[in-house]
């Protein structure tokens, strides 16, 4: 197959939900229906031992909630579908935000009864400044939840763009009957399922047909009435709006009774874009260029306790990769060979052999592949867009051991690189490190991770800080002149970006009066 046909049947997409509303059991069930996986349970049972070799994961455990993100891949009517799975918790939306950055579509999950959920809403809105296509999916029909008309109308404004339903539930909860299909105009019948992927649904043809109307009663007459609202009142689908992120199309189902995942596929397939070109600060890079190119947009540190290895996630831009290429990390120019790359394929870790555009392969490495850098066969790419955001929560960190101060320096500059806190450096000699993040846990999480991986008993304190903004000026003087007058409060991150450091917005207002000429940034991007 040429380079472009294998561009061509990818599909590289996002599931992001708020917790509970069933994006593990939706995961699971693509694959099992992709039939990467035979028996549902898998993906559970693998989060699940993941916990036990991991002591880190404690933490994960014991909230409940998914913290590390996966890569998962399938084929589907001869499609290569890469699914990269995003933490619910908000406390990590940071890493999500970033993988948000290398998909080209997202599977949005909804609880039929919670509606548009906050976690959700904040994913959105990185989906929507990307103009990232969205395919909903409304889950957990089999309980009784809120009106699908209610629902669609909470997407559309909370989303601001118009939701096509292309299939309608008939009843809900113990009345559930089943979907269906408006495009196809057939109704397939709900059969509770747990295991196995259901071959033999039955289908029944027609919304006109009495067969429906004698079986499903009230639930249907009204279903019936709703179908036909819509098909008067919302607009017709437009493949173009959807792919501009102006449109999506919603399925209803029950992802736990196996029930509504095939429409899903098969919009993954059908509607669902190939990777597309990516904006590099020297030029426009094309998936279907011969030369192999790809992006670093997650780092994990210690993914397998026994081997301490990190793993850079990158995922193709352009090219083929082949195992045992040659690679140029554009940041420092420097060469490497990786021969143990790894691919997600159904959900082991295997050795790649070959990759594209779209695929995401992971690199063990120890500490030359960062965030945001870029590999190439050799020229300079750098590409744009891989978000920083600023911190809203500091504490201050001290070693309890002052002969452990290097470890603590070595476990903050990995971890900030991997991107699970950001570390600041203040500018005034013998200030403490700040460690800056978006949500509590994350502290947490490092503060465990930095006793666990690195050996080190931190004490992390309060900051007098709360909010910061990098800073920037096209007048080096200015920005110098600002710099000196705030030395307090001025702080270098990992990659020596400036940040000003602040406690309250009232001073962030009085700093942009008295300093026009200095920009305050409230986003970084790589580079
Ligand atoms: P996640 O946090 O979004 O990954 O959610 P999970 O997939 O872990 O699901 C959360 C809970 O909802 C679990 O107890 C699931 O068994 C349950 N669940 C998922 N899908 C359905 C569904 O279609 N119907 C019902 N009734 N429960 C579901």
């Known amino acids: ?286 998936p279907e260029e011969p030369k192999f190119s790809g992006v670093v947009f997650k780092v994990q540190a210690n993914m397998d306790p026994a081997h301490r290895d990190r793993v850079a996630f990158v995922r193709v831009s352009s090219g083929r990769f082949d195992r045992g290429m040659r690679l140029t990390v554009s940041r420092t120019g420097k060469e490497i060979r990786p021969n143990n790359v790894v691919s997600f394929l159904s959900q082991r870790r295997e050795l790649v052999d070959q990759a594209y555009a779209g695929d995401v392969i992971g690199i063990p490495n120890h500490g030359v592949l960062q965030l945001g850098d870029v590999l190439t066969e050799g020229e300079t790419l750098q590409f744009t867009g891989l978000p920083f955001f600023a911190p809203e929560l500091f504490q201050a960190v001290e070693v309890k051991d002052p002969l452990r101060i290097k470890q603590l320096r070595t476990g903050l500059i990995q971890l900030g690189e991997e991107g699970a806190i950001q570390v600041f450096r203040p500018e005034a000699v013998g200030g403490s490190l700040l460690l800056g993040a978006i949500g509590q846990l994350q502290f947490e999480v490092v503060a465990h991770r930095l006793k666990h991986e690195y050996g080190v008993d931190a004490r992390l304190m309060p900051s007098r800080y709360n909010m910061a903004r990098w800073i920037t000026s096209d007048d080096p003087k200015d920005l110098r002149k600002f710099m000196d007058a705030n030395a307090a409060h001025i702080a270098y991150d990992v990659v020596d970006a400036t940040a000003f450091l602040l406690s309250s917005p009232a001073q962030l207002r009085v700093a942009q009066e008295l300093y026009p000429k200095v920009q305050f940034h409230v986003m970084r991007e790589h580079g």
């Open 1 to 286: 197959m040429s380079i472009s046909q294998e561009v061509a049947r990818r599909r590289t997409f996002a599931i992001i939900s708020h917790p509970d509303a069933g994006k593990t059991t939706l995961t699971e069930k693509l694959l099992l229906f992709a039939g990467a996986i035979q028996i549902a349970g898998s993906v559970k049972a693998r989060k699940a031992s993941r916990h036990a070799s991991s002591d880190w994961m404690e933490i994960e455990k014991q909230r409940g909630i998914s913290v590390a993100s996966s890569v998962m891949q399938m084929e589907y009517r001869g499609c290569v579908l890469n699914l990269l799975d995003t933490p619910g918790h908000q406390d990590f939306s940071e890493d999500t935000y970033r993988v948000l950055t290398a998909v080209d579509a997202a599977l949005m999950v909804i609880d039929a009864a919670n509606g548009v959920e906050p976690q959700t809403l904040r994913l959105l809105q990185v989906c929507r400044a990307r103009n990232t296509p969205i395919i909903t999916f409304i889950n957990k029909l089999d309980r009784e939840v809120q009106e699908p008309l209610n629902l669609l109308a909470e997407i559309e404004s909370h989303l601001g763009m118009d939701a096509v339903p292309f299939s309608w539930p008939v009843g809900m909860g113990r009345l559930f009957g089943g979907v269906f299909d408006i495009r196809r105009n057939r109704m397939r019948v709900f059969r509770a399922g747990q295991e196995r992927r259901g071959d033999h649904d039955e289908i029944i043809e027609g919304l006109d047909n009495p067969l429906i109307a004698e079986r499903f009663g009230d639930s249907f007459a009204k279903a019936h009435e709703e179908i036909e609202l819509i098909a008067a009142a919302a607009p017709a689908f437009d493949h173009a709006a959807f792919l501009a992120g102006r449109q999506t199309p919603v399925f209803f189902g029950s992802a736990i009774n196996n029930f509504g995942v095939q429409e899903v596929l098969d919009a993954l397939v059908d509607l669902a874009p190939k990777p597309g070109p990516r904006t590099a600060l020297q030029r426009e890079v094309q």
